[in-house]
């Protein structure tokens, strides 16, 4: 096998800035035929509810439903499932829930209130969504971890009713995604998939309830439907590509840094896996590794084609700087693979998830680490949040107003709403003074 050629930038370089943002470039742009087709399935969707739903489920999954109500997976088939897992995959599954829904429990949201002094009342109330709808790729792209980082949030939040929607090709149902459904208290699962399942939990069909929010990752075509669908619901985020961020201070063993590059390379060929160091010759040694051991993996050609087409390895003259050029990445994953990972944890304002110490590999986050795994990508993290109890939480303002407050708010209402020529908001105050 012939070695992998994978980008070296120099911080140094006058080149770098441009260089670093030509790798960096991702062509998300929708593609107007994938668009076009995703609109159509929805209006059909919503205009001919289950009689749609069935008809495209039995074209694109090849399945032979005859009526909607065979769409619905009878709840103890997901109990069935967990009974008949293997005892190794049981405790995982069970270990990883555990840990995931103590995490999720420091996240919840409370109400809040205080008392001003002439009596008027200010709070906000927290409650959770009345429904959510959950997407799992179904076949072969089956990921029970996904149902777990999913579902528990939604289930901690207090979320009043959680609709599952998974594909089955063909008939076949994953028994892992089963179990995790049940395990994480998924309410009611449906096997439909694609544009038309998220039209279909947007919308609502005879047999489909709709639901609030839409959270869970799919296809381009899954992708496009959760972009058109919001408004009329929330989404959680449109994911790019997998990304992982290492910053090594050259003492960590070079096998252990190559494979956590692998770990999102082998995502898909678009994933972006990047390397910063202070150190060239940590840089040729991480090569050397790359090399040794991609001839082992089962994803050889993926990863391969990640790498050469995405991947880099940067050299910068300390860490302070390498700081700075991650911020300016906002990575999903970050792993900080330093002598004293906390300074320099101080230093990172935008990260997905940031992976401290050579002993935290970036895969333990993806399944059973605790934290979700549903991150901000794209650089996105300027901004956004990993996924949490609080996406599946809202905010309602609370104002009481004593028959004191109300004198002096009424008069600070009725001169600002003057100043605004909107009468009838200032008479509404003025009438209560």
Known sequence: MTAINITRLNANSPEFNQQLKDRLAWDAADDLAIHQRVLEIIADVRQQGDQALLAYTNRFDRCQFQSASQLELAPQSLQQAWNSLPSEQAVALQSAANRIRAYAEQQKLQSWQYTEND????????????????????????????????????????????????????????????????????????????????????????????????????????????????????????????????????????????????????????????????????????????????????????????????????????????????NRIAPEHLELSVAEPQALCDQIRNAGAIFLGRYTAEALGDYCAGPNHVLPTSSTARYSSPLGVYYFQKRSSLINCSAAGAQQLGKIASVLARGEFLTAHARSAEFRL
């Open 119 to 326: 009596g008027t009342v200010l709070g906000q109330k927290v409650t959770a969504l009345d429904r959510a709808g959950l997407y799992v790729p179904g076949g072969k792209a089956a990921y029970p971890s996904s149902v777990l980082m999913n579902a528990i949030p939604a289930k901690v939040a207090g979320v009043g009713e959680l609709i599952m929607v998974v594909p089955t090709p063909d008939g076949e149902t994953n028994p892992l995604v089963l179990a995790a459904a049940y395990i994480a208290g998924v309410d009611r699962v449906f096997t439909i998939g694609g544009a038309q399942a998220v039209a279909a939990l947007a919308y609502g069909t005879e047999t489909i309830p709709a639901v609030d929010k839409i959270v869970g990752p799919g296809n381009i075509y899954v992708a496009t439907a959760k972009k058109l669908v919001f408004g009329q619901v929330g989404i959680d985020m449109i994911a790019g590509p997998s990304e992982i961020l290492i910053i090594c201070d050259g003492e960590t063993n070079p096998d252990w840094i190559a494979m956590d590059l692998f770990s999102q390379a082998e995502h898909d060929e678009n994933a972006q896996a990047i390397l910063i160091t202070d150190k060239a010759e940590f840089l040729d040694q991480v090569e050397a590794s790359i090399n040794k051991l991609l001839p082992e993996m089962e994803r050889a050609d993926i990863i391969r084609a990640s790498l050469s087409g995405r991947g880099a390895l940067i050299l910068v003259n300390d860490l302070q700087q390498a700081a700075d050029i991650s």
